[in-house]
Nanobody, 124 residues
Framework: VQLQASGGGLVQPGGSLRLSCAQS??????SAWFRQTPGKERAFVAA????????HYADSVKGRFTISRDSAKNTVYLQMDSLKPEDTAVYYC????????????????????WGQGTQVTVSS
């Protein structure tokens, strides 16, 4: 099983980026994105429980970020719009086959597989 994250880069405030997470080896029930800045713990950004067709977002990104999936490509996306300098971080995709409940989707320890991270920098 391998998760490969890509799509990061440098973007101006107010701009957009789409991150991709290609998942090989199996299909997962749950996918998520976390982000981390130097000296801080990894923070929840967004998650999806595909079988329940439910999505979840951190308050800081709600209304600006969207998590989605292309099942045919086994790839999960994070569309990021109206980016702000405080969105600057290394973004990690994660996946789990567990039967996660709503209160668990934002906890990193419930995810078994992780991508390598992709840097997003929002700056003028």
């Amino acid at each position: 099983v391998q998760l490969q994250a890509s799509g990061g880069g440098l973007v101006q405030p107010g701009g957009s980026l789409r991150l991709s997470c290609a998942q090989s080896g199996r299909t997962f029930s749950n996918s998520a994105w976390f982000r981390q800045t130097p000296g801080k713990e990894r923070a929840f950004v967004a998650a999806a429980r595909w079988s329940r067709r439910s999505t979840h977002y951190a308050d800081s990104v709600k209304g600006r970020f969207t998590i989605s999936r292309d099942s045919a490509k086994n790839t999960v996306y994070l569309q990021m719009d109206s980016l702000k300098p405080e969105d600057t971080a290394v973004y990690y995709c994660a996946a789990s086959s567990a039967n996660l409940i709503t209160s668990s989707v934002s906890t990193s320890s419930y995810y078994d597989y992780w991508g390598q991270g992709t840097q997003v920098t929002v700056s003028s």
